[in-house]
């Protein structure tokens, strides 16, 4: 398949891409592109030196100069060596390796931050979940952005190497150019040409097979197969491989063993065949590190040979050959490093191009100014004003031109079948979403005017599909580190888990589930629901918001937690969302929705009175639990 990756692209984009990966890093933190500077500029110091002082070495010897002047050039190469090797060290352990940690773990976090803060409606949007699988499928293989630093590092290197060399060079050159040889000037324009020829294939090897290699990985691949693959067989191998107990219970009690084996054996040789057919990638491997060992080994053979063969003409004194040999050798080896790295960081940056999309993405929803009043009496209205809207990608719409006046301080059931559009209006409530046409109003003012987190701040909401996560039950509870122990206690009281709470080995302290705790405990889907209707009570919104809160409850415990429930929210506005019908003989207000139109509105028994509307029906057929 030739997608982002495996096409080839202009060297602007290149650049571009480049460019933007390391402006961000560099944000992060700037010194990690500092530091490793003086550490490259060292070594390369470290080895312009050794290469004069070794020279200076052998030529004394060829000379036959006294052993103590011998000795002190030796002391020295070591001294420098050693010092500059306890500097790189320091550098490297202290410094650089922990930053660039650090800086991956940043990048990472503001990815995971991303999707964290960004708009839910964009979050729920087609664009968002595709790029989301780009980036797992651009960032699936490699070291992800440890590369960026080792290219970088590469390239720093080679620049640096190539100026120590041409200056240790620079004397030498000179001789060689006051000699008049013409013989000696040619060849070295032939030890260019053929060095240069070299090191263009070695380029263009090296381009090749990162091409090949991302053909191997994705050639052939539609994104429909990468989709099958990342989001629905991965799950089934992260299950698996991690040993997730609520997953394998029930794969133990439904034999779901061939299932297992499809979507795990099978779906893993599979992911052989889409990631790459990983024996023909090692071979790949294999035959670029040989061949790129051969030929640097000849260009240092080359160089030492023509190196000789200048010093036999009389271009150079003997003991030059180490120096003349060692910088060519060095220049040759700084430009084909430069050439291959350019290659790998473009790859790179190519690879990471899609998260930095994800994270320059802006957000749609306006975030409004307006301060929400502070009411001490909850004197707030809310009203949907022939709203419609329909979910991103969709094509039916979820509610259309909906209208509806939510009372100060009462109960309201919204009834209706399953998608009715009952979840949609909650989430157009708290702005999870914001309709495509009309308005909704809050005191008579467009909800989309007040500042978000402000607003937000009046529901308290239990959604169908609530979250639990495994820590202590108080943070669950107050969705927080710090949490208001009394408050906790009474909320959990309200919501029927008093006696249960007593018997928990540490109290609001006790882990929930064993994902991180081997003594956490596990709790019924009941206790689970009454955790989160506790959770809606501790952070006293004006507004509480009831999503199918009893869907896991017998009916008793349905009747249990609606009648404790109305003595809970006191004077607040409490709106019950449900397919079931126990709640609406505690409402004073019961709203019918059917295919996201409000049908009818009324009290239970006025409802009730028309046999031929949509809760008659409803009720009906639920009548022989509420009897």
């Not at 100069?65 to 002391?75: D, L, R, S, T, Y």
């Not at 991103?392 to 979820?398: D, M, W």
């Not at 109290?507 to 064993?514: A, I, K």
């Not at 009570?537 to 004006?542: E, F, G, N, R, V």
């Amino acid at each position: 398949m030739q997608d982002d990756l495996t096409s080839k692209i202009p060297l602007r984009e290149n650049i571009k891409n480049i460019k933007n990966l390391v402006s961000y890093t560099y944000k992060i933190d700037r010194s990690m592109y500092y530091l490793p500077v003086i550490q490259i500029l060292m070594n390369a110091i470290k080895g312009a030196v050794s290469l004069v002082l070794s020279a200076n070495i052998l030529e004394m010897l060829y000379e036959k100069k006294p052993m103590e002047e011998i000795m002190w050039q030796v002391a020295m190469l070591l001294g420098l060596t050693f010092f500059i090797n306890i500097l790189n060290s320091i550098l490297q352990n202290q410094f650089i390796g922990p930053g660039r940690a650090n800086v991956r773990r940043i990048y990472d976090g503001n990815l995971a931050a991303k999707y964290q803060y960004m708009d839910y409606s964009l979050v729920d949007s087609p664009f968002v979940r595709n790029l989301r699988r780009r980036i797992y499928k651009d960032n699936n293989w490699g070291s992800g952005l440890s590369n960026l630093f080792w290219d970088y590092d590469a390239i720093v290197s080679g620049v640096c190497r190539l100026i120590c060399s041409l200056i240790v060079a620079f004397p030498i050159l000179k001789i060689i150019v006051r000699s008049h040889n013409l013989w000696i000037y040619a060849g070295i324009v032939a030890m260019i040409i053929v060095l240069f020829i070299l090191t263009k294939i070695v380029a263009k090897a090296d381009a090749k097979y990162n091409q090949e290699l991302l053909s191997d990985y994705w050639d052939g691949i539609s994104m429909e197969d990468f989709k099958e693959y990342a989001n629905f067989g991965w799950d089934w191998i992260n299950h698996c491989i991690s040993g997730d107990y609520h997953f394998i219970k029930d794969v133990h009690l439904y034999d779901g063993f061939d299932l297992m084996e499809k979507y795990t054996t099978e779906n893993m040789k599979e992911g052989e065949k889409l990631t790459g057919r990983i024996a023909k990638v090692a071979k790949l491997s294999g035959r670029m590190g040989l061949f790129q060992s051969m030929t640097g080994s000849f260009m240092k053979l080359s160089g030492y040979l023509i190196s000789a063969g200048f010093a036999l003409a009389g271009a150079f004194p003997v003991g030059s050959v180490i120096k003349f040999a060692g910088s060519i050798t060095n220049v040759i080896i700084g430009f084909q490093g430069m050439g291959e790295r350019y290659n790998r960081i473009s790859l790179t940056a190519r690879k990471h191009a899609s998260t930095m999309e994800m994270l320059s993405i802006s957000d749609e929803m306006y975030k409004g100014k307006l301060p929400v009043e502070k009411r001490m009496d909850n004197k707030y209205e809310v009203e949907f004003c022939n709203v419609s809207f329909k979910y991103p990608g969709a094509e039916q719409y979820a509610l259309k031109n909906f209208s509806l006046k939510l009372r100060i301080g009462e109960r309201m059931a919204i009834v209706g079948m399953n998608g009715s559009g009952k979840t949609t209006m909650i989430k157009l409530l708290c702005r999870l979403y914001d309709p495509e046409e009309g308005e909704i109003l809050l005191n008579g003012v467009d909800i989309r005017k007040f500042d978000q987190k402000e607003y937000i701040k009046l529901f308290s909401v239990v959604f169908q599909d609530f979250q639990l996560l495994s820590m202590p039950l108080g943070q669950n509870v107050a969705c927080a580190i710090n949490v208001d122990e009394d408050l906790a206690v009474k909320t959990l009281s309200q919501a029927g888990l008093a006696e249960r709470l007593t018997q928990l080995p540490d109290g609001l302290d006790t882990f929930l589930y064993q994902d991180i705790k081997d003594d956490g405990v596990e709790i019924s889907g009941g206790e689970a629901q009454k955790i989160s209707i506790a959770r809606a009570l501790y952070k006293d919104a004006p507004f509480v918001l009831l999503d199918e809160p009893t869907a896991s409850l017998d009916p008793l415990s349905e009747y249990e937690i609606y009648s404790r429930f109305d003595t809970m929210v006191k004077d607040k506005t409490a709106i019950y969302i449900s397919h079931r019908l126990s709640s609406c003989r505690f409402c004073d207000d019961i709203a019918v929705l059917h295919d996201g139109r409000l049908v009818q509105r009324g009290s239970h028994e006025e409802l009730l009175k028309d046999e031929t509307g949509k809760y008659y029906e409803l009720w009906n057929a639920q009548a022989q639990y509420y009897t």
